[in-house]
């Protein structure tokens, strides 16, 4: 699905403007379309819808909104936080319909309007807010403050047109106040906004109203965002060949683990068995090797040249060349630790690794602060959390969380590297400004060892020959996936990253299946063969 940001939606109402569709046309496609959602959402409302205006076009919106609602025999009170000569352009044609049927306006200008307002939405049957949509750029304060703390303190079901007013279109954050909608009737595609924390919980029941955008002005604008879902993220899974074998899936070597972190390197290496690859090699430091070596069965284990306190360096780098000879991806970092030997080891992988590398946890840490990445010739995907992705950037965390899609797709661009940034809506950007959100998972999956699981599943779509944002993109999604099956089924307190591993073959049969629903079954398979 589509996603676009506030410059993006701007340019598409423009091009469809000016091939031929007046502003007029959209604005009375959009308002009559969330009508529609209003009463498809909340059935014919049990007492009086209250529509607050704005004096721009989302205010033209309510316009429509209110007269479709009569139109169905709705009774309706229009409310303008403006006086009605700031209305200008289409919003204020909409306006004169309005009031050419008789419609009346109640200004909040006037003296003690709020106060009004207030009682009346307290006897509302439903809200619409039409205050502000997608043109906001600056923090809410005055009078549409005021009037968005009294829609959210009404208890009221609220329909926002759009873009819940006050919510940024772009980032998903509040500025300074936010409508908290119970739906949301956006126009032509969803926001970004919308889909991320914290703008999912200020949207709402999403729907999306169409308004007439021609396929032809989304080729023109060529937004570069989308929402993953489980059938186009499924189409990516192919049947396997029945003469396939081991090495057709590819050999994916991990590089994870120290003296009290060997869970994670096991964590990586079962997940990236479990999401399809062929073989898998985990490379620890020698003194543990016999630890790991009576904990695995699946899994093979190699040496590498150990610090005497538990950790991995590089030594000569020659037990580390070999290890890379016949590899088909490499995932380094889980447990791996962050040492003079561990960091000198992640430059010699970061410079010499042939074939596709996730880099995850302690390898993140070792690389930041240099410009190791950007000199990189193969595919590279990093795997951070919102604190390893600011000391990537030189940032704070908090700037991070404050605008998740820019950073990921700011330093996808600079590092040339695919970026997962993890967390709620984990965003998936691409070095060439591509992105997309995966709306799967869930709180129970903020537990250790999920992000091991998720490099393991990345790295094994690698090795499979998937390209880098699509193993990423598919990771993600599946990862989420899985964690949503066991939360379903289980609850999210105690969900553990051993479940995710667990539940990833069926979740990847389960895409699959989305991916391709046409296809045939084969004679002489059977269901579960």
């Known amino acids: 699905m589509t996603v676009v940001t506030a410059a993006e939606m701007r340019a598409l109402d423009r091009w469809t403007i000016e091939h031929g ?32 205006c704005g004096r721009g076009n989302n205010g033209g919106d309510g316009f429509v909104v209110a007269r479709h609602l009569r139109r169905a025999g709705v009774p309706v009170e229009v409310w303008l936080a403006a006086r009605a000569d700031e209305v200008g352009g289409d919003a204020a044609r909409m306006l004169a319909a309005w009031r050419r049927g008789r419609g009346r306006v109640h200004e909040l200008t006037a003296a003690g309007a709020t106060q009004a307002l207030g009682r009346r939405l307290a006897e509302a049957a439903v809200v619409v807010d039409a205050l502000f949509g997608t043109g906001l750029n600056a923090p809410v304060t005055g009078l549409p403050a005021t009037v968005i703390e009294l829609v959210n303190a009404c208890g009221v079901p609220v329909l926002a047109l759009d873009l819940a007013s006050g919510l940024s279109p772009d980032t998903g954050m509040p500025l300074g106040t936010a409508v908290r909608a119970t739906t949301t009737a956006t126009f032509g595609f969803p926001k970004v906004g919308q889909v991320i924390y914290p703008g999912v919980e200020h949207t709402g029941l999403l729907a999306v109203v169409d308004i007439g955008i ?3 002005a989304v080729t023109a604008i060529g937004p570069r965002i989308s929402l993953l879902e489980a059938k186009a993220i499924g189409s990516l899974l192919h049947p396997r060949p029945r003469d396939a074998h081991k090495g057709s899936f590819g050999h994916v070597l991990v590089i994870a683990g120290s003296r009290g972190k060997t869970g994670a ?6 997940a990236a068995g479990r999401a399809g690859a062929g073989l898998v090699t985990l490379a620890v430091p020698a003194g543990l090797q016999p630890v790991f070596e009576g904990r695995v069965r699946e899994t093979m284990t190699a040496a590498l040249p150990d610090d005497g306190a538990g950790g991995a360096e590089l030594g000569d780098g020659h037990a580390l060349e070999a290890l ?5 991806a490499v995932v380094c970092g889980p447990g791996l630790g962050v040492t003079p030997g561990t960091r000198a080891l992640v430059a010699h992988l970061v410079r010499r690794a042939p074939v596709p590398l996730v880099l995850d946890a ?7 602060g240099t410009d190791l990445l950007r000199a990189r010739s193969a595919p590279t995907v990093v795997t951070p959390h919102p604190g390893e992705l600011a000391r990537l950037l030189g940032t704070e965390t908090a700037a991070v969380q404050a605008d998740r899609l820019g950073a990921a797709r700011g330093f996808a661009a600079s590092a040339q590297v695919v970026v997962v940034l993890k967390g709620a809506r984990t965003v998936v950007a691409s070095p060439d400004g591509g992105a997309a959100i995966s709306p799967t998972g869930n709180p129970g999956m903020a537990s250790g060892g999920t992000g091991d699981v998720l490099a393991g599943v990345v790295g094994a779509l690698l090795a499979q020959g998937l390209p880098p944002f699509e193993a990423a993109a598919l990771g993600v999604f599946a990862h989420g996936a899985a964690g949503d099956v066991v939360a379903a089924r289980q609850g999210e307190v105690g969900l553990l990253a051993g479940d995710l591993i667990a539940e990833l073959p ?9 991916g391709r629903p046409e296809a045939p079954r084969r004679r002489g398979d059977r269901a579960g063969h």
């Open 362 to 368: 302690d390898a993140l840490n070792a690389v930041a």
């Open 21 to 52: 569709t007046p502003g007029h046309v959209l604005m009375e496609r959009a308002g009559a379309g969330a009508a529609r959602v209003l009463r498809e959402h909340l059935r014919r409302p049990r007492g009086r819808a209250i529509v607050i």
């Open 506 to 514: 069926a979740t990847l049969a389960r895409l699959q299946a989305a």
């Open 324 to 328: 890379l000879a016949g590899r088909d």
């Open 265 to 270: 390197a096991l964590l990586a290496a079962e």
């Open 214 to 216: 021609p396929l032809a």
